[in-house]
Nanobody
Framework: VQLQASGGGLVQAGGSLRLSCAAS????????MGWFRQAPGKEREFVAA????????LYADSVKGRFTISRDNSKNTVYLQMNSLNPEDTAVYYC????????????????WGQGTQVTVSS
């Protein structure tokens, strides 16, 4: 499985962005998907995750109520809608796939995308 994240960019505080992660290869609809982010000088941190059919989602406390993860299995794509962005959300955002369909806050995912930069200006 190859993952391609896109949709990052520069946005002002309070603005919104929607990230996409397109998967190629087989199995996407059976995998849990997650979003992580990594700011300069910091460790990669969990943002959100969703089970294969979307029945369960999980969010980091820092983004709960502002970010929404969703997926479209017909398009092999997972999304991260980010609203009310603030400068602390600035990071490279990565998507990841868990082949056991487990939503995890840790980085125990099997496949990773290349990341997309999100920069929020104050």
């Amino acid at each position: 499985v190859q993952l391609q994240a896109s949709g990052g960019g520069l946005v002002q505080a309070g603005g919104s962005l929607r990230l996409s992660c397109a998967a190629s290869g087989r199995g996407f609809s059976s995998y849990a998907m997650g979003w992580f982010r990594q700011a300069p000088g910091k460790e990669r941190e969990f943002v959100a995750a969703i089970t294969s059919m979307g029945g369960r989602t999980l969010y980091a406390d820092s983004v709960k109520g502002r970010f929404t993860i969703s997926r479209d299995n017909s398009k092999n794509t997972v999304y991260l809608q980010m609203n009310s962005l603030n400068p602390e959300d600035t990071a490279v955002y990565y998507c990841a796939a868990n082949t056991l369909n487990i939503v995890l806050r840790t980085t125990d995912y099997d496949y990773w995308g290349q990341g997309t930069q999100v920069t929020v200006s104050s």
